[in-house]
């Protein structure tokens, strides 16, 4: 026993990747469990754990900042709407044809207990985008050492990108959060492949799964990360393979009820062209976009380091470096192909950020062989927060989402007893109805996808004088035109707000 130990002991020292930052490397021996006085000391001996601290209480600020002050836009009133329902009818929902699984659901249905306030809404998001910055610092740690994951940190800590999602009540954060513990557990399994990681690999993997259906693309793009890196080991040694095969395992019978649910909505999701989202080329340029930050000034730059970090972490960690290159191209390319056929968007991409990040990173260590000074960390950092600056200038005081709480304020204002409130498309009553209410201000509202619904409403109620509230969304559910047409020739346009369009009756 005492020697298996000391075998163990030197197996998982050689293991650990260079950390290149002059202090004391993690051997990997589990530490005996801090007290209050270790950790407070720690904290004030240990740089990267002050850094550490320093950009979590930061994001901190950036996403709880103002964040109920914009108003709610459809996919959150959609959220409220599923959340209000019971857990049964949550998940009776996502069987039935919902396109998202019922996770963040079921954690918002709790959070209602709170009340139903934009607060309330995006407080979990915005908790779990805060609490991915030290996650995304692990990944950088795990992959290369402490620099990285300090970088890798400081530029989730400031990406709009991260931000704006944090603080949006949708499952894209809370989805992140459990994807880059997942990429943690996978890291360190790869590197021992010791059970515990790979189960937790599969477990929160599974996790990241009940949050959104998209984050099977790298699931699996890991695993095959997994096969093609290890190959020649499996091919010498099949035994060599069953802890990986214990974390497929484990993700599939966490995840086995939504798996049997999955293949029916992907059939259904791919059945006909998509009506709204992006194709083609465009998905992949609008991704790498928006993750870098929504400019193209930053965009190029970014590109390129990533680029540079590859060929870097190729010169030292081959199989590091096909993680890269999987986890950034083929979710891109699959996104390219699928755009055809399902609805894309980049923030279903949203996992691409920690290994984005990490590639970026991975640049510091070269620059810091090359100038030989530890606070080139500290330089690194001010200039990932001073790009951020020009985003952060405008984010909280300009609206980011349709202004449905203004423009119910407007509606209410112009509208009488007996008016008709007619909403195109119906669904857009959700945004809606949270801010106005057609009980409090007499009127009768009504949906309508057509032009032939339009008529037939003017039909049944002829002498009543009608207000239609229109967004871009009504040519995805009619890309015909026909609703618009009705309204150019029977209505009269009332005013825009943002990205709601009114009308009223001729």
Same mark, same amino acid.
């Given at each position: ?14 293991? $650990? ?50 964040? *109920? ?32 699984? +019922? ?164 059939? $259904? ?8 989202? #992006?194709? *083609? ?72 950020? +920690? ?50 709480? *203004? ?17 195109? +498309? +119906? ?67 009332? *005013?825009?707000? #943002? ?8």
């Amino acid at each position: 026993m005492i020697w298996m130990a000391k075998k163990k002991g030197k197996r998982a020292k050689r293991e $650990v990747p260079a950390q290149n930052d002059g202090e004391e490397l993690d051997t990997g021996i589990p530490a005996p469990a801090p007290s209050l006085d270790g950790a407070l000391a720690s904290v004030k001996t240990n740089r990267y754990l002050q850094i550490l601290i320093g950009l979590t209480l930061i994001g901190l600020i950036l996403r709880f900042y103002n964040l *109920g002050w914009n108003s709610l836009w459809l996919d959150e009133a959609s959220t409220l709407s599923f959340a209000r329902q019971s857990l049964l009818g949550i998940w009776e929902s996502t069987a039935g044809g919902e396109f998202n699984p +019922p996770l963040f659901y079921w954690l918002e249905h709790g959070m209602l207990a709170f009340g139903e306030s934009e607060f309330v809404l995006r407080f979990l998001p915005a908790l779990l985008g805060v609490l991915t910055i030290p996650v995304v610092y692990l990944v950088g740690k795990e992959f290369r050492d402490r620099n990285v994951g300090i970088i890798a940190a400081a530029l989730l800590t400031f990406s709009p990108f991260h931000i704006f999602y944090s603080q949006e009540a949708r499952a894209y954060a809370p989805m992140l959060f459990f994807f880059s513990l997942a990429l943690v557990f996978y890291l360190r399994a790869s590197r021992s492949n010791e059970v515990r990681p790979w189960i937790l690999f599969g477990i929160f993997s599974a996790v990241a799964f009940w949050m959104h259906f998209y984050v099977a693309v790298p699931i699996a793009i890991l695993i095959l990360h997994a096969l093609v890196t290890s190959a020649g080991r499996i091919q010498s040694d099949p035994g060599s393979a069953k802890n990986l095969a214990l974390a497929v395992i484990t993700f599939v019978v966490v995840s086995l009820p939504l798996l049997i649910v999955t293949a029916d909505l992907f059939l $259904v999701r791919t059945s006909s062209a998509p009506t709204f989202g #992006m194709q *083609g080329l465009n998905v992949i340029y609008q991704t790498l976009l928006q993750v870098s930050g929504f400019s193209d000034f930053i965009l190029v730059p970014f590109i390129i380091l990533f680029l540079l970090g590859v060929v870097y972490t190729w010169r030292k960690d081959r199989n590091g470096a096909l993680l890269l290159i999987f986890m950034m191209a083929l979710p891109l390319v699959a996104s390219l192909i699928l755009s055809s056929r399902m609805p894309m968007v980049p923030r279903y991409l949203i996992y691409l950020l +920690p290994l984005y990040f990490v590639g970026i990173a991975s640049v510091y260590p070269a620059l810091s062989a090359l100038v030989q000074d530890r606070r080139m960390v500290y330089v690194a950092i001010v200039v990932v927060a001073l790009i951020s600056m020009p985003f952060l200038a405008t984010y909280y005081t300009t609206p980011q989402k349709n202004d449905w709480r *203004g423009f119910s304020s407007d509606l209410s204002g112009i509208t009488g007893e007996g008016d008709l409130i007619v909403v195109l +498309p +119906p669904y857009m009553a959700q945004p809606l109805d949270y801010y106005y209410s057609n009980t409090t201000d007499g009127t009768i509202e009504l949906g309508a996808n057509t032009g032939e619904d339009l008529q037939a409403i003017r039909d049944g109620y002829p002498d009543r004088r009608a207000f239609y509230v229109v967004t871009g969304d009504i040519l995805a559910v009619d890309p015909t035109g026909d609703a618009l047409d009705w309204l150019d020739t029977n209505a009269e346009f009332a *005013g825009q707000h #943002m990205g709601i369009y009114l009308f009223r009756s001729g």
